[in-house]
């Protein structure tokens, strides 16, 4: 039987088989491909002329044991600076060698309630490396770690515990006040 009718039209049948397609298309092009990125530092330093910039691939999951974690992808730059040219020119260049690893997949874990943040490249936080996103002890101590010299974990941590991390935040604005 034809799908055409005496009109030379679409029938109800390859109407509604067109429509489930088109249906069928247009979710799966609504499926958003690309994660939403505001729980993660976008950039973050790691030493002169060395920066990070990371990319959000997971939406956060809480674990059995109460932490957040976030799949994401750091891409680490450095400059390449050519020092005899006047005026100097610096060019953004993959990292390589000393810097470490040009692009990594790694998962980033918070312990909102600990003040606790780590990296890991395994999803159960096995080999993570941990830190207190407070200063402990010392003239610092209560103080948020936010130096690029210590990975910046407070910045990164408070992307994934907003809520806790808002007296850190208001440490910060003050510090740049005085």
Not at 31 to 48: A, D, I, R, Y
Not at 51 to 60: A, D, F, G, I, N
Not at 90 to 111: I, K, N
Request: with cysteine; aromatic share 10%; net charge positive.
């Amino acid at each position: 039987m034809s799908s055409r009718g005496w009109t030379g039209g679409w029938t109800l049948r390859s109407d509604l088989e067109m429509l489930s397609s088109l249906v069928l298309l247009v979710l799966s092009a609504a499926t958003p491909s690309s994660v939403p990125q505001e729980h993660v530092l976008p950039v973050f330093g790691c030493g002169t002329g060395c920066r990070v910039k990371t990319e959000q691939l997971s939406r956060p999951q809480r674990m059995s044991d109460g932490w957040w974690r976030v799949k994401v992808r750091q891409r680490r730059w450095v400059q390449n600076c050519d020092w005899k040219s006047t005026p100097v020119t610096c060019v953004d260049e993959p990292a390589s060698g000393r810097a470490g690893p040009p692009v990594q997949d790694l998962w980033l874990f918070a312990d909102c309630r600990g003040e606790r943040f780590a990296t890991s490249k395994n999803p159960d936080r096995s080999g993570a490396w941990e830190q207190d996103v407070f200063y402990r002890d010392g003239a610092s101590a209560g103080e948020p770690k936010f130096q690029t010299v210590v990975g910046n974990p407070f910045m990164r941590w408070a992307k994934l515990c907003p809520a806790e991390a808002e007296e850190g935040n208001q440490k910060i604005r003050e510090g740049f006040q005085r």
